[in-house]
């Protein structure tokens, strides 16, 4: 535990930036509930499937291939309660999604709570993939088109919790660059990531729109910052500098796992929807996130991707 989580103080809810996927979820039953983690091969998602099946969930974990997903679920089965199905999902690549949903919509059963936990970061050059910047791609539009094609199987009570970040502040000046989408008018690693990420926050806040005179939910979490596989792209100065602060600033992936964990299946989550959460309580995001036009302008802009993606 850094030292930073040893001086800062729980939240609201009694819970804060110490706390771990397990503080969460004490005293849970996920029994009969099914869950689905994205990208639950390392990481957070991995914490995820591992602690959510721990308190009895059945959970759907995906992974770029399918043997990454088993090994993930095999990982977890002979210390948990409950039980898991591993699903092959590329979220760069249309028709490993919708290989995905089918997947899914076959098995038959309504789902408790969708948690978008996959993603890349700061890839030091511009990736493309059918026309767009790879990290918009992965980060938004793949899991746009997965939750989009789920919607129908969630409970009536059922949550998306869309992985976000506080890096959702370094987006463009305008929110999303839609005449730049391709990254022709200039590239940059972490402004690329973070309108990625500040389109996975207003699309949850979209979302939750759309959810209003239900029960259901939809929120953005940020997990804070933990030294995971994600900051593989990283530069090596800026790997070492995040090593030297992993002792003072940097959460584990325990906790870095609490806050998607905490509005997924908490019952004080429940009932909250169109929120941004950091260290399992609600935080302020930028203040254009409640720009309810922007968001249905990405909202049009991407249905109309999805339409023309092969």
């Not at 869950?35 to 914490?47: A, D, F, M, P, R």
């Not at 309660?81 to 038959?108: F, K, Q, W």
């Not at 929807?273 to 399992?280: K, L, N, P, Q, R």
Request: aromatic share 6%; glycine share 10%; with cysteine.
């Amino acid at each position: 535990m850094s030292l930073y989580a040893l001086l800062k103080p729980a939240g609201k809810n009694g819970f804060g930036y110490g706390s771990t996927a397990q503080d969460v979820t004490e005293g849970l039953s996920l029994s009969g509930k099914t869950i689905i983690v994205t990208g639950c091969n390392s990481g957070l998602g991995l914490e995820t499937l591992r602690v959510l099946t721990m308190r009895g969930a059945r959970v759907i974990g995906t992974a770029r291939d399918i043997n990454k997903a088993k090994t993930a679920c095999d990982s977890v089965v002979g210390s948990s309660t409950g039980s898991t199905m591993p699903v092959a999902m590329e979220l760069s690549d249309p028709h490993s999604v919708r290989a995905a949903i089918a997947t899914i919509r076959a098995d038959g059963g309504p789902l408790d709570a969708i948690i978008c936990n996959a993603g890349i970061m700061a890839l030091p050059t511009l990736e493309m993939a059918h026309g767009l910047d790879q990290q918009f791609l992965t980060n938004h539009i793949g899991h746009f088109m997965f939750v989009t094609g789920l919607l129908d199987r969630l409970t009536d009570t059922g949550r998306v919790v869309m992985l976000s970040s506080a890096a959702h502040m370094m987006a463009p000046t305008e929110g999303i660059a839609f005449d730049n989408l391709d990254g022709h008018r200039g590239y940059s690693p972490w402004r690329n990531y973070g309108q990625s990420k500040f389109a996975n926050l207003l699309f949850a806040n979209a979302l939750a729109r759309r959810f209003q005179g239900t029960h259901k939910t939809a929120n953005a979490v940020h997990p804070g910052v933990i030294s995971t596989n994600l900051g593989r792209h990283m530069n090596p100065i800026a790997r070492w500098a995040q090593k030297l602060g992993d002792p003072l600033l940097m959460k584990s992936v325990a906790q870095g796992a609490a806050t998607q964990c905490f509005v997924a299946v908490n019952p004080a989550a429940a009932g909250i929807s169109g929120a941004y959460f950091a260290d399992c309580n609600e935080a302020q995001p930028r203040k254009d996130s409640r720009d309810v036009a922007l968001s249905e302008r990405l909202w049009t802009e991407s249905e109309a991707i999805v339409a023309r993606l092969p």
